[in-house]
């Protein structure tokens, strides 16, 4: 009966945002509020429940966030964004730009929680599009799969880890076949699936790029840029 309820919960989640467009925030507190009380929990136990879970995990993010998008922001105020995403250009060339940005999402993914990945890599992703002058899509779908299949499918991350666990799995083999698993699944999400989606040209959001366009000797250095980037990565690996 408690899968059921929660089987419920989820379609009506579901239902909340895809049909009736329904913010997310608004839509989660209501279904855990209704699955609660399905579960015959009392009032205030739900809303106790609710009020905990809500701050265990903004107390986890909020800080790794907020100093992500300050980072991501630096970045690209400073040059840095614009140095990474000319050099990547030149390197791979235009034609072939989506895979220096699955290259570097996978890499950025594998280290840290996707939510974090992607605040660090956006600025990078929209000065890509910007300086190649091709459609966001087409370098943002590539970026998006590199790190969701890596959140997805290989440890450290918390779900491949927990079904892991579960299932006494071994740690390594887990992955050896998710990695195995995630080339060919994050090559069909990226770069394949954005072909697809190449005649959509969205405009990047007004505020979240900076459209300046920095001089030889305003911009740092390729290895500086790099690894301010990575200095998350760095942090949470020590």
């Not at 998008?69 to 614009?82: I, R, S, T, V, W």
């Not at 060339?93 to 594998?110: D, E, M, P, R, S």
């Not at 076949?177 to 994050?186: D, K, M």
């Not at 405009?203 to 500086?224: D, Q």
Request: hydrophobic share 55%.
């Amino acid at each position: 009966m408690p899968l059921v309820i929660v089987a419920i919960g989820v379609i009506l989640l579901l239902l909340l945002m895809i049909r009736f467009k329904m913010n997310g925030f608004i839509a989660l507190v209501l279904v855990a509020l209704a699955v609660g009380l399905m579960q015959g929990m009392p009032l205030d136990k739900v809303i106790g429940s609710i009020k905990a879970g809500v701050g265990g995990t903004l107390g986890s993010l909020a800080l790794i966030m907020g100093f992500g998008a300050m980072l991501g922001k630096m970045l690209a105020d400073c040059g840095g964004a614009q140095r990474i995403a000319t050099t990547l250009i030149a390197k791979f060339g235009k034609k072939h730009i989506q895979w220096a940005v699955v290259l570097t999402g996978f890499t950025v993914g594998f280290a840290l929680f996707y939510e974090v990945g992607f605040v660090l890599m956006l600025p990078l992703v929209f000065t890509i599009a910007a300086s190649a002058n091709i459609p966001l899509l087409y370098v943002g779908v590539p970026m998006a799969a590199a790190l969701s299949v890596t959140h997805g499918f290989l440890p450290p991350h918390p779900g491949p880890t927990a079904i892991a666990t579960i299932f006494n799995a071994d740690m390594g083999k887990t992955l050896l076949y998710g990695t195995i698993l995630a080339i060919p699944t994050v090559i069909l999400a990226g770069p394949v699936y954005a072909r697809v989606l190449k005649g959509i040209d969205k405009p990047i959001p007004e505020g979240l790029y900076s459209a300046k366009t920095f001089s030889e000797e305003e911009m740092p250095s390729f290895g500086v840029s790099v690894w301010t980037s990575l200095v998350p990565v760095v942090l949470m690996a020590m």
